[in-house]
């Protein structure tokens, strides 16, 4: 395809000559660009852009042989010597003034290199065979990936994109996403399926402690990316974190001032003072940069000023027509963690045409990246078990490609330090506590104070055990990691994205069932508790000033502060009427664990005895005590609700007719 696929060419002769239906010329501009898979660059416009370059290179260099040799042979014929410096003398003066000269020289390089420096590009140059990560490896983001595949395809056949459909191929694209998502990971594997030069830069490397030289920098990245066009067909530049030089201009570190109403009405508006941070010069020039991928190159410009200069003794009807610039195949990809803070100009079509987000994976993704990695580590055959790898994509709810992957690192290093050679389940289930909860810092406790910690956790083990509907217990440990004497690790049985009332009140029980359990066998709480609260604080505010499931519609979030805005903890608890409710709701969460723990003592006091005796139970040996000790009361205890929703109502009766009466129409 493109302007004239040569195929297309060859196919056309052939049709002359044989009259051939024109429709098997060439494959049509859908089958090309709209495929699944990624073109190859020499096989579309890309390539085709890269021949004539190249043609036009090895015409230059036989123009300056036959010149060269031209002379050679002129020298030759006349007799004279075929280097042209023979015969050249500098006199014996040259002793004393050409030192001095290259002093003076020396001298003049040493004072302009630093300032020619500060002003080039500082990125670096990365070549599609440089480059080791292809769109194969990219694991876990298959609806990114199938978007990127479809814009690859474009940048590949721009030419064809452009003269055939009269479309405007995208010339941006924001990667937005959490750190570790593989924003970088995708755009290197997008530069080696390209096969086009890969500029890579770090939005802070622009930034100079001289005036105006951050701007010269982003000029020279872009005259680079422009150039390397030219010469390959095609160049992806890439800018790492951009919103260190792409935030919002006026407001403070890139938050714009809040847009507020007059006293006009809705269509007012009120112009607020605001703190700038210093980012508008490097906006201002990014957006120029940006909006200018055509600017000509300089034998161009040279030409269209030769042009200009002899247009200016032509009369208008006879003017020399002067070419418009070439379209310059540039690729622009930019990656950031705060899409929120950019300036809204960036945004806008023909800048960052596209905006792609990088999730976090779910568990099909979580599983394909455990499958990825595991090939590549060192592992015990019981982690081919499909049901392990299942398990594992499980417990990584919420983690990124990059934090699974140092998971698995660090069971490698579990593993050496048990003497072995590849990592098994033991070493991946200590990488994930010591990553998520830290290491183990063993103290020595008073008997007391040993029991008031066991009990404590104990209460949190019971009330997520009789409340905690679909809730699996993981860890129950009063081994000292961090800033906690003990803890309780649940999990949910299966992946969730929301939470029902139910839920979160059963959250706030767990919660409160550590200084529950301390009040009903000691009868006083310990400073144990804090950090406890600080959490149950946190769903009960949301609940309020969020969520709307405090008898109140009305969200907090919906509060616009300006410059000293604040989270919804903060707004709702700074609400008398607000704080009111969340110490309701906390303390109504207290009783309810309180008066289950008093009514199910035999288990607190198993897994207290439990803990006291081994410290640390893992899964199925917390489960296996209670069940022990729910062997031994007098009546089941008090179960969970029957399900996630215990206070759905029940469906409406089906209505019954009459046999005699008629149905209704």
Request: net charge neutral; charged share 25%.
């Amino acid at each position: 395809m493109g302007r004239r696929d040569p195929a297309a060419r060859r196919a056309g002769r052939g049709a002359d000559r044989q009259q051939a239906p024109a429709a098997a010329a060439a494959p049509s501009v859908n089958t090309v660009l709209g495929g699944d898979a990624v073109l190859r660059a020499a096989d579309i416009d890309v390539g085709h852009a890269r021949e004539r370059r190249r043609q036009r290179r090895l015409a230059r260099v036989a123009v300056v042989l036959w010149v060269l040799c031209g002379f050679a042979w002129y020298r030759v014929l006349t007799g004279r010597s075929v280097n042209p410096l023979a015969g050249l003398s500098l006199g014996p003066e040259a002793v004393f003034w050409l030192p001095l000269l290259l002093l003076v020289l020396l001298l003049g390089i040493v004072t302009l290199l630093p300032l020619v420096g500060q002003g080039r590009s500082p990125h670096l140059l990365y070549r599609p065979e440089q480059i080791d990560v292809t769109l194969d490896d990219v694991k876990g983001l298959d609806a990114v990936r199938d978007e990127v595949v479809k814009t690859l395809n474009l940048f590949l056949g721009y030419a064809t994109f452009r003269d055939q459909l009269g479309g405007n191929p995208r010339r941006g694209i924001l990667f937005e996403g959490l750190p570790g998502t593989g924003k970088t990971h995708m755009a290197k594997a997008m530069a080696r399926h390209a096969g086009v030069p890969f500029l890579f830069v770090s939005a802070t490397s622009f930034q100079s402690m001289w005036y105006g030289m951050t701007a010269r920098k982003i000029r020279s990245f872009f005259r680079a990316l422009r150039k390397l066009a030219r010469e390959e067909g095609g160049a992806i530049g890439f800018i790492e974190e951009i919103d260190a030089i792409g935030t919002s201009r006026g407001g403070v570190d890139g938050v714009a001032a809040t847009p507020a109403t007059a006293s006009g009405g809705p269509g007012g508006r009120r112009v607020e003072a605001s703190i700038s941070s210093g980012t508008g010069g490097m906006v201002n020039e990014l957006l120029v940069q940006l909006q200018s991928f055509d600017v000509p190159a300089f034998g161009e410009r040279a030409w269209g000023r030769v042009i200009d200069w002899l247009n200016g003794y032509l009369p208008l009807d006879h003017q020399l027509h002067k070419p418009p610039p070439r379209y310059n195949n540039i690729l622009v990809i930019a990656a950031t963690n705060r899409a929120d803070a950019l300036d809204p100009a960036l945004l806008r079509p023909g800048r960052f045409d596209r905006k792609l987000y990088f999730d976090l994976p779910n568990k099909d993704g979580r599983r394909e990246l455990i499958d990825y990695f595991l090939v590549r580590k060192a592992h015990h055959p019981e982690l081919d078990d499909p049901l392990r790898r299942e398990e594992l994509a499980h417990l990584t709810f919420g983690y990124t490609p990059v934090m699974i992957e140092h998971l698995l690192d660090e069971a490698l290093i579990w593993g050496l330090r048990s003497g072995r050679d590849a990592m098994r389940w033991v070493d991946v289930s200590q990488a994930k506590l010591s990553e998520e909860i830290g290491l183990k810092q063993p103290v020595t406790y008073t008997p007391l104070e040993k029991e008031m910690v066991a009990t404590h956790e104990a209460g949190h083990a019971v009330a997520a055990y009789l409340s905690g509907v679909g809730r699996r217990l993981e860890v129950l440990s009063i081994i000292k990691r961090k800033d906690a004497l003990g803890l309780l690790a649940h999990n949910d049985t299966e992946e969730r994205w929301t939470r029902t009332r139910s839920e979160l009140e059963a959250f706030l029980r767990i919660a409160c069932a550590g200084m529950a359990a301390e009040e009903l066998w000691f009868g006083e709480s310990t400073t144990g508790p804090g950090g406890d609260l600080v959490g149950a604080t946190n769903i009960a505010a949301q609940m309020v000033g969020a969520l709307g499931m405090a008898n109140s519609l009305v969200s907090y979030v919906a509060m616009e502060e300006g410059l000293n805005d604040r989270n919804v903890v903060a707004r709702v608890l700074s609400d008398t009427e607000g704080r009111e409710k969340v110490d309701r709701i906390l303390k109504e969460a207290k009783a309810a664990a309180k008066e289950q723990l008093d009514g199910n003592r035999l288990l607190v006091e198993a897994l207290r005895d439990a803990l006291i005796e081994r410290e640390e139970l893992i899964g199925d040996e917390i489960v296996e005590v209670l069940r022990l000790a729910e062997a031994d009361l007098p009546a089941p205890p008090t179960g969970p609700p029957s399900g996630l929703l215990p206070n759905r109502p029940a469906p409406p009766a089906p209505a019954v007719e009459d046999e005699g009466a008629p149905a209704t129409q």
